[in-house]
């Protein structure tokens, strides 16, 4: 029922956990599709990542090594996957046993983008952190506030699961669920923090500049927002 991604660049060390916990899922309709990105074709990295096809026939490992960037990555590894909706695990995250459990009845009620709460670990400043984000049916929240959307918890509907390349900024999930909300699309966050989100200095949570790609991503939204109202579409600001 739900197709996994988790794209591959950097952390290769910590797929062990990740792929692991995909494993311990106490609901098993799952298939896991790992793409390894911008490195040499059939790479100590790729090596790695294929034996884990030995340990489960739900595992399938590609090597895309013509393809950069994470967006690039998710949109072909997109075309693979077998079912209508797709998660998102980065390699350096780890899914609780009960993710998908609690996640599927929100599918079937068919909500477009389901997503969850997450603690934070890893760094020693922000483990234990469960950061706020909003709750139930979100789909009428003010996306322009903050991005509500915890990206390793995500479900989304694959014929909605398109990233804009926004390569070494990692602003492309927030950019997706503001386009997603401009659509209308149905959203729902768990209460329950079914994701550890890992924290560190190579994370997106500590890039530099990251402040200024979500800055000109916003602007590049309400811009939009402001275009369709010009153009008697009924929609308004403080409708996102």
């Not at 494993?23 to 074709?41: A, F, M, S, V, Y």
């Not at 153009?231 to 996102?240: A, K, W």
Request: glycine share 4%; charged share 25%.
């Amino acid at each position: 029922m739900i197709s996994i991604l988790m794209p591959i660049y950097n952390g290769i060390e910590f797929i062990e956990e990740s792929v692991s916990s995909v494993l311990k899922q106490t609901d098993d309709r799952w298939e896991l599709l790992i793409g390894i990105n911008g490195h040499p074709e059939n790479s100590e990295v790729y090596k790695i990542a294929k034996s884990y096809e030995l340990v489960s026939d739900k595992i399938r490992v590609f090597d895309f090594y013509e393809i950069r960037g994470k967006s690039a990555a998710l949109n072909e590894m997109v075309k693979y996957a077998l079912y209508d909706y797709v998660a998102i695990l980065d390699v350096d995250d780890v899914w609780g046993p009960l993710k998908l459990e609690k996640q599927i009845p929100f599918v079937l009620d068919g909500y477009d983008v389901i997503g969850s709460r997450c603690v934070y670990f890893g760094k020693e400043s922000h483990r234990g952190i469960i950061p706020r984000i909003p709750t139930g049916d979100i789909s009428e929240t003010n996306f322009f506030l903050d991005n509500p959307i915890i990206n390793s918890s995500v479900i989304i509907r694959k014929k909605y699961a398109y990233w804009s390349n926004h390569e070494n900024t990692g602003v492309e999930d927030y950019d997706l669920w503001l386009e997603l909300r401009s659509k209308h699309c149905r959203f729902y966050n768990c209460s329950q923090a079914l994701v550890k989100h890992r924290i560190h200095d190579s994370s997106a949570f500590n890039a530099n500049g990251n402040s200024n790609h979500v800055s000109a991503l916003l602007e590049k939204h309400l811009r939009n927002c402001w275009t369709m109202d010009s153009t008697n579409v009924n929609y308004s600001i403080s409708n996102i």
